[in-house]
């Protein structure tokens, strides 16, 4: 697979992702994240002042990842990413990963990408960026 300057401003296809309890329970327990806005209702809503329950920050990384290594297939890796979570979500809220290539080299075997997680307002809740060698 090869690119060319061509592609830039392509969109990478994205994927839709509603976590429930079980998943969040399930991840931060794998990562040993005790942190209870992410499985104490009262306390997250109550203490906390969300609106929920909150999906752990590194799963939202994990699914730029996802979104990143499903576009490349096999004809390529993911060199090196970044992002940044901005904005809590909610568990039961649907997300939306995506991402657009922003950059290619001048052989065509890299390519800049800003990815993202949208919520349903269209708010990206967690930007980055990633470079892709083909």
Not at 8 to 13: A, C, K, L
Not at 72 to 93: F, K, P, Q
Request: with cysteine; charged share 20%.
């Amino acid at each position: 697979m090869k690119y060319s300057k061509e592609n830039i401003g392509d969109e990478i296809p994205g994927r839709e992702y509603t976590p429930n309890i079980a998943q969040s329970m399930l991840y931060n327990a794998s990562l040993w994240n005790a942190h209870r806005i992410h499985f104490d209702y009262e306390y997250a809503t109550r203490e906390e002042g969300y609106e929920g329950l909150i999906v752990p920050g590194p799963l939202i990384g994990d699914w730029l990842h996802q979104c990143i290594q499903e576009w490349l297939g096999d004809s390529g890796r993911i060199h090196s990413i970044s992002y940044s979570n901005r904005l809590a979500s909610t568990v039961g809220e649907t997300l939306t990963s995506g991402g657009v290539i922003t950059g290619v080299d001048d052989t065509g075997n890299t390519a800049e990408i800003e990815v993202f997680v949208k919520n349903a307002k269209g708010e990206i809740v967690a930007p980055g960026s990633a470079v892709v060698k083909f």
